[in-house]
């Protein structure tokens, strides 16, 4: 029915268990409830995910920064093939739980985290931190483009992985692939060297992603990423993540309840570090099981 | 009741009267810098009318020619203004230049660890000693070199048998270049620490967050990144320290040597030893001829020279500062 | 998807699949990722810091245990004599004494001078080129040698208008005197000042301004009742860094002051005759004690130079009292 899943890149550990492969869920839009809340907006999937396979598993993981609990005991999974949102009002432990899958929350030193996190069922904590950010990548809030150029942006994350300095012409068709998967390079491709800081808001996230692109990364990591852009350039960004589901497993933390309920297949809410609930979108925006989820998801609060 | 109002005439100190005044202090102001660029040229012009472009040449041996510069002053008959500046020029190019580069390298590491590296009790020494050097008076520093780093490269590091080679000529006694890089370079590098501290800790931390986010080490992230980022810091930085090591005067003329002599690369392993003095303690070690009208003249074209030098560099630094100002918030 | 450049394999830490405690800032992440270029840079950070340390305690160290062997508390209160060993030639009360007028007349002019410039520029600042301008004045003035201001200085106070403040022999006037050498040195520490305030009242909000101006207070009065108290630490701070500038420039004073030991005053009235006169410093004092000077006395001067460290270290210790002070009281809101 569709193109085969791409192979896994795994490491080479002697009695690891081999990878499970979910059957994708079936649904079709078309049977849709009304969503209550008044979501009236199309849903933006193209079509139900494919397939989704196994990329990160997170068990039972607790975050305290100094005593104060951010994040307590959470257990997901997060597939390729499909977007997981993480959604819930603000401070109830979202962006910590998404720092903590690339192991961003250890930078602050009072952070402590307990349970496991693992990637391909290896314990993260067991890869080298730089080697973990790069097969777990992170776009943020802000977008935050290098003070270089367009070129350069792309080139720095790619020569920070080879172990010989690459010259600009060998590294020249990584950087277009990268800038062409993020649908930035028909607007840059004439002038590579432009600043980037002197891209528009949108174009310079669509950068972010791109550079978080290039690493090559298994699971690409988002944290509100269209918060501090315009519509138009948040419609761009939401059709640019739905088509990367395949190639990466995406987790977007976002407070838009639309824009999860416009680009998520999972959805995950979470209200003051609890897990409330775990679902897939259109149960949980149609039919949720708990009462507060249908209670944020209703508007009561937020 | 409000003092500063009287009832009829509005306030006292009225905005537009405090305005002009201060506007009147600071005309002023630049008035005397504009004063002593013109004053120092003028006076100094006599000097470089007689001697052209040769003053600053080879040419002699340069005490001679500032000896005789003021007797024939004092003696009030024709004034001679032969002068050939260019071992002074050489001394101060070579030990400005030497300190600063070697600074420069210090000064980025020493600041790249404060900042990033070091473990917090290791950041919490290193602050106040940085300060702390860098505020002990250049007098000091000169006492500290002549009466223990001079001695010590006279009598342990020269052997005898430099010292007879060149007997004739001038004498390794431990005034030398290797004092006057080494001390200098200690004075310079704390202030170019500081300026290079603040430049990396004023870079915007999404930045480092993100590279570390792609899965780049902390170490090139601070280096690719941060430095990168902060090169206008250290472009006014290194401004500074060398406007700071072309002007010192006093602390100089107490270590590299009382002899207006050329340090010669090509002597080989002495030439580290060779006395030498810069411009600026020329001026201080000849301070009793201004009397004398053609010293005088000598001096301040020597001042010009500084002078010039600094307000070149600020330029060099400006215009250095304004080009790398195209990829980025610099 | 290819990858066309290769990513290394992580290699698990030896001793089997330990759960690492939790990591902090600093700690390195290990060795996979860090190319030898890298490791070496960070030991050449750690040697150079080290050496920075080390050289600081030597110097330190050095002059504390020459200062504290030949520093006698009578040596401030007596004045340089003539004699053949350094025992019998008294002590430097006039440099210790010197020291402080330059630094009290230096400050006198460069503080009003330097936070009316420092206002002007922050809160007035028409035109704009002017400002520029002024801006660029106070950054050349920053980086002129003191020696080019010294000389600058003779020109000025040889000059036979201002004759009354110096000494003046047959109509040629002297030009050294306490007067000259501190109007010059309050050039040196004007640039620290400016800097320094102008921090100062950049770092009150608009809004504050704003509401005193909404109550019909003019500028001059907003900012002598309201910014400039506010910006109290940041005066205090430019003060105290162009003190200890101030103290120790040599070079000014050796033009300017002239190379006695003792105070030469000028003329009857007291004590415009002393300022009128030549002096000396400890730093000119040190100068002179060293063997580049007329002296020769080491031993003098390294507890001139011991004296002159105390005070900028205690100048210093202020600075630090300032800034700890003022972070405890909190910053704007905004």
Not at chain 1, 99 to 122: C, F, P
Not at chain 1, 244 to 259: E, G, K
Not at chain 2, 12 to 25: P, T
Not at chain 3, 316 to 329: L, P
Request: charged share 15%; aromatic share 8%; net charge neutral.
């Amino acid at each position: 029915m569709t193109t085969p899943p791409p192979p896994i890149r795994r490491l080479e550990l002697a009695d690891a268990p081999p990878a499970q492969v979910v059957e994708a869920p079936v649904h079709s839009d078309s049977s849709l409830p009304a969503a209550p809340g008044g979501f009236t907006g199309a849903r933006r999937s193209i079509g139900a995910p494919q397939f989704s396979i196994r990329r990160m598993e997170i068990d039972d993981v607790s975050v305290s920064y100094a005593n104060r609990d951010a994040v307590k005991g959470v257990s997901l999974p997060v597939r390729q093939g499909e977007v997981l949102s993480l959604i819930g009002p603000s401070g109830c432990g979202k962006t910590t739980l998404l720092r903590s899958l690339n192991r961003l929350t250890e930078l602050t030193s009072t952070a402590t985290l307990t349970g496991r996190i693992l990637l391909d069922d290896v314990d993260i904590r067991l890869i080298e931190p730089t080697l973990l950010r790069r097969r777990v990548t992170m776009v943020f809030q802000q977008p935050n483009p290098f003070p270089m150029s367009v070129f350069d942006n792309i080139a720095y994350v790619l020569r920070e992985q080879g172990s010989r300095r690459q010259r600009k012409k060998a590294l020249e068709p990584a950087v277009h692939s990268a800038l062409d998967r993020a649908g930035l390079f028909e607007e840059v491709k004439d002038n590579l060297d432009h600043p980037a800081l002197k891209l528009s808001g949108g174009q310079q996230q669509r950068l972010c992603i791109a550079r978080a692109l290039a690493a090559e990364p298994e699971v690409l990591l988002l944290d509100e990423p269209c918060s501090a852009l315009d519509p138009q350039s948040t419609q761009v960004i939401e059709d640019l993540i739905v088509k990367l589901r395949d190639d990466v497993a995406v987790v977007i933390v976002t407070h838009n309840l639309q824009q999860a309920y416009r680009i998520a297949d999972h959805v995950a809410f979470m209200y003051l570090g609890d897990l409330v609930e775990y679902n897939s979108a259109t149960a949980l925006f149609g039919s949720p099981r708990e009462q507060r989820t249908q209670e944020y998801v209703s508007g009561a609060f937020g | 009741m409000d003092e500063e109002f009287s009832p009829e005439y509005g306030p006292r100190w009225s905005d537009k009267r405090v305005e002009q005044m201060l506007g009147a202090l600071v005309c002023a102001v630049v008035g005397l810098l504009l004063a002593m660029i013109v004053t120092v040229l003028v006076r100094g012009w006599p000097s470089f009318a007689h001697n052209g472009l040769a003053w600053f040449g080879p040419g002699g041996s340069v005490d001679e020619q500032l000896n005789t510069i003021f007797l024939s002053g004092e003696s009030g008959a024709h004034y001679v203004y032969t002068f050939h500046a260019w071992p002074l020029i050489w001394s101060t190019l070579l030990i400005a230049g030497g300190s600063v580069f070697i600074a420069l390298f210090s000064a980025l590491f020493v600041a790249v660890f404060v900042v990033e590296f070091a473990p917090e009790w290791m950041s919490n020494i290193l602050q106040p000693v940085i300060r702390f050097l860098a505020s002990i008076p250049s007098v000091i520093y000169g006492l500290i070199g002549v009466l223990v780093l001079v001695p010590f490269i006279g009598n342990h590091l020269v052997t005898e048998h430099q010292k007879a080679s060149v007997a004739g000529v001038i004498s390794l006694s431990g005034y030398s270049l290797l004092a006057a890089i080494t001390v200098l370079t200690v004075m310079i590098a704390p202030l170019m620490v500081s300026i290079f501290s603040d430049g990396l800790r004023s870079v915007k931390p999404g930045w480092l967050e993100g590279s570390l986010a792609l899965g780049v080490n902390r170490w090139r992230t601070t280096w690719k990144i941060g430095v990168r980022t902060a090169r206008p810091a250290i472009v006014a930085g290194t401004v500074l320290a060398v406007a700071r090591a072309i002007g010192e005067a006093v602390m100089l003329a107490m270590i590299s040597g009382s002899v207006g002599f050329a340090p010669n690369p090509a002597d080989g392993a002495i030439f580290i030893y060779e006395p030498s003095r810069p411009l600026a303690p020329t001026i201080v070690k000849n301070i009793d001829q201004l009397s004398s009208p053609p010293s005088n003249a000598t001096l301040f074209a020597i001042a010009t020279v500084l002078l010039f030098s600094a307000a070149f560099l600020s330029l060099t630094g400006w215009a250095a500062r304004r080009a790398m100002r195209k990829y980025g918030a610099a | 998807m290819e990858s066309s450049l290769a990513t290394p394999p992580a290699a698990p830490p030896p001793g089997g699949p330990q759960i690492p405690s939790n990591a902090t800032k600093g700690a390195v992440e290990g060795s996979a990722t860090w190319r030898l270029s890298d490791r070496i840079g960070l030991a050449i950070c750690w040697a150079l810091g080290l050496l920075f340390c080390a050289i600081a305690v030597a110097i330190a160290v050095y002059l504390f245990i020459q200062g504290i062997k030949y520093l006698k508390p009578s040596m401030l209160v007596t004045p340089a004599a003539a004699g053949f060993s350094e025992g019998e030639t008294g002590g430097f009360s006039d440099a210790f004494v010197g020291t402080l007028i330059v630094g009290v007349m230096g400050m006198a002019i460069a503080l009003p001078a330097g936070i009316a410039i420092a206002v002007w520029l922050v809160e007035y600042g028409r035109p704009a080129a002017l400002a520029r301008v002024t801006e660029s004045t106070i950054e050349a003035i920053a980086g002129i040698p003191s020696i080019v201001l010294a000389l600058f200085g003779t020109v000025i106070f040889s000059n036979t208008a201002l004759a009354f403040l110096s000494r003046s022999n047959e109509g040629v006037v002297f030009g050294r005197s306490f007067f000259a050498a501190s109007a010059m040195l309050s050039l040196v520490a004007l640039p620290l000042i400016v800097a320094s305030v102008r921090e100062g009242l950049h770092s009150i909000p608009r809004h504050v301004r704003e509401a005193s101006y909404a109550v019909g207070k003019t500028k001059a009065a907003t900012t002598r009742r309201i910014l400039l108290p506010a910006s109290r630490p940041q005066v205090a701070t430019g003060a105290m860094l162009g003190l200890g500038r101030i103290i120790g420039d040599t070079a000014i004073i050796v033009v300017l002051l002239g190379a006695t030991q003792n105070f030469a005053p000028v003329g009857g009235n007291f004590p415009f005759n002393y300022l009128r006169g030549a002096g000396t410093t400890l730093t000119n004092f040190v100068y002179e004690a060293s063997p580049t000077g007329n002296l020769n006395q080491p031993q003098k001067a390294y507890a001139a130079a011991f004296v002159l460290l105390l005070m900028v270290l205690a100048l210093n210790g202020a600075v630090d009292i300032i800034h700890r002070r003022a972070r405890k009281v909190g910053t704007w809101s905004s």
